[in-house]
Nanobody
Framework: QVQLVESGGGLVQAGGSLRLSCAASGSIGSINLMGWHRQAPGKQRELVAD???????NYADSVKGRFTISRDNAKNLVYLQMNSLKLEDTGVYYC?????????WGQGTQVTVSS
């Protein structure tokens, strides 16, 4: 059974940095799209960033210039480097792997930015 496991979340002061990682266990096959989504309290889940297999990236306007997504295809890993964190970046961050046949989601990791 395939599982995605996120790590790297935590509590950080505004202006600080965190690096999230997401790894897949089990036989997951070829993943076209890897991404990160987040959900703040009382809000809908939103896309933060995603990256295609050949490296094309897409970012939410709110994180452009501050966050960087990257992936390791050989290891089925995706990372999210988050710099200059703001209070509004607080939320649960979920990784998503999309193949041609289905989506896989992680269980989420909490990111809390304090003033």
């Amino acid at each position: 059974q395939v599982q995605l496991v996120e790590s790297g979340g935590g509590l950080v002061q505004a202006g600080g940095s965190l690096r999230l990682s997401c790894a897949a266990s089990g036989s997951i096959g070829s993943i076209n799209l890897m991404g990160w989504h987040r959900q703040a309290p009382g809000k809908q889940r939103e896309l933060v960033a995603d990256v295609t297999r050949i490296g094309f990236t897409n970012y939410a306007d709110s994180v452009k210039g501050r966050f960087t997504i990257s992936r390791d295809n050989a290891k089925n890993l995706v990372y999210l480097q988050m710099n200059s964190l703001k209070l509004e970046d607080t939320g649960v961050y979920y990784c998503r792997f999309a193949s041609t046949s289905r989506d896989y989601w992680g269980q989420g990791t909490q990111v809390t930015v304090s003033s």
